[in-house]
């Protein structure tokens, strides 16, 4: 016998239970439950990708303003340094470097958009 302020829900619960073994007849509430528990696992799973994919989008916007930051120091150091043209120095081989600092720059952005890529596709 069940105390009277139970009885209400012993009677909710074998009505769901009964409503439940209709819809399904082999598992009842248990195959109710391990629906859920899918359910439950599959959106568990879709959250952490979003999260994953927030925190990667946060060190995309870290590296890109680290990246901004070298730029603009770089540009701020050769703007106070003389150039070589200016400086009575034109030999080939001064010409020779700046062209080599310049590929190596190139090669440097083509890494750093590389590491800009989505780790999630």
Known sequence: DLPESQRADA????????????????????????????????????????????????????????????ETAQSQQAISQPSDTFSGNNSPSGYQLQFQQGIGGFLDDAAAGAQLEPLWT
């Open 11 to 70: 009677v909710r619960s074998l009505v769901y239970e009964a409503n439940a073994r209709s819809r399904d007849p082999v598992y009842g509430c248990a195959g109710a439950i391990f629906q859920l528990q899918k359910q439950l696992s599959e959106l568990q799973s879709r959250l952490a990708m979003a999260q994953a994919e927030i925190l990667n989008m946060q060190m995309q916007q870290a590296n890109m303003v680290a990246f901004l930051c070298m």
